[in-house]
C-alpha cells in the first residue's frame, strides 16, 4: 500500500517552459513534504520542502504547493532548464516519527 | 565534511553468497536509514537507527537481511545469502534527528546477484 504516489514515471519537457510534477499521498499524519532529486549514479539530493502549515514555498526557479484537503502536493520548476533532467522523488513525514517514506519518482526530461 | 560515504561503490556476487555492505554517516547526525531502490519499488526503507538503536526495521524483507551499526560512525547492512531478487541499489541516509527532516544520502551501492 503506497503511502506517497507519484502517478506519472516520466514527463519531457521544452527547455524554458514550466515544468509541474505532481504527488498524492494517503496518510493524514504526513505533516511535513520533501522533494529530493536524483540523478544517474547519484544519491538524492534535498531540493525543497514545505509544513503542512504552509500552502507554497518557494526558492528561485522551484515552487512546492501543497492542498491538504486534496492530499495534493506539486513541484513546479519555471523556467525549465537542460540541468534539471533527472529522477524527481516526492517524499513525507509524519509528526509521528523521523521516517521519509517516498514516492516512486518521476522522471523529468528537459529538451533543449 | 565528506558527506554519507558507502562502500562498495558496486558488488556483483553470486546467489548463495553473503553480501556485507557499509556505510558511515555525516558525523554529528543522530539518525542513520537504509534505503532500497528497485525499478518496481521506488525508493523503499529498510530500516532507520536513532543514536544507534533500530527503531524500525518493517521494512526489512527476510531475515536474510540483517543491519547493525555498532557505533556513531559506521553501520552495516549484510545479506546472508543473497538471491538474484536483491539486485538493487542500496542507499544509506543520515539526519541530524527528531526535528531536522533533511535527509543526506550516499551515493549508493549498485548490487547485482546472478
Known amino acids: 500500500d503506497q503511502q506517497v504516489k507519484q ?21 493524514s499524519m504526513f505533516d511535513y513534504f520533501l522533494w529530493y ?26 515552487t512546492v504547493f501543497l492542498n491538504k484537503s ?18 524527481y522523488f516526492c517524499a513525507a513525514i509524519s509528526n509521528a516519527g523521523n521516517m521519509l517514506t517516498f514516492g516512486g519518482g518521476t522522471r523529468l526530461m528537459v529538451k533543449p | 565534511d565528506a558527506g554519507v560515504i558507502q562502500s562498495p561503490r558496486h558488488e556483483v556476487t553470486e546467489m548463495g553468497q553473503e553480501v556485507t555492505l557499509r556505510c558511515k554517516p555525516i558525523s554529528g547526525h543522530n539518525s542513520l536509514f537504509w534505503y532500497r531502490q528497485t525499478m518496481m519499488r521506488g525508493l523503499e526503507l529498510l530500516i532507520y537507527f536513532n543514536n544507534n538503536v533500530p527503531i524500525d526495521d518493517s521494512g526489512m ?14 553501520s552495516t547492512l549484510k545479506i546472508q545469502p543473497s538471491e538474484p531478487r536483491d539486485s538493487a541499489v542500496y542507499f544509506c541516509a543520515s539526519s541530524l534527528g527528531r526535528g531536522d527532516t533533511e535527509a543526506f544520502f550516499g551515493q549508493g551501492t549498485r548490487l547485482t546477484v546472478v
Open chain 1, 7 to 27: 502517478n506519472s514515471p516520466s514527463l519531457s519537457v521544452q527547455e524554458g517552459r514550466i515544468s509541474i510534477l505532481n504527488c498524492d499521498y494517503t496518510n
Open chain 2, 61 to 74: 524483507p527476510e531475515d536474510r537481511f540483517s543491519a547493525k551499526m555498532p557505533n556513531a560512525s559506521f
Open chain 1, 70 to 87: 486534496a492530499k495534493h502536493l506539486s513541484l513546479h520548476i519555471v523556467p525549465s532548464q537542460p540541468g534539471d533532467s533527472a529522477v
Open chain 1, 37 to 62: 532529486k536524483k540523478y544517474p549514479a547519484e544519491g538524492p539530493t534535498f531540493l525543497i520542502s514545505i509544513s503542512s502549515i504552509k500552502d507554497k514555498n518557494e526558492d528561485g526557479r522551484f
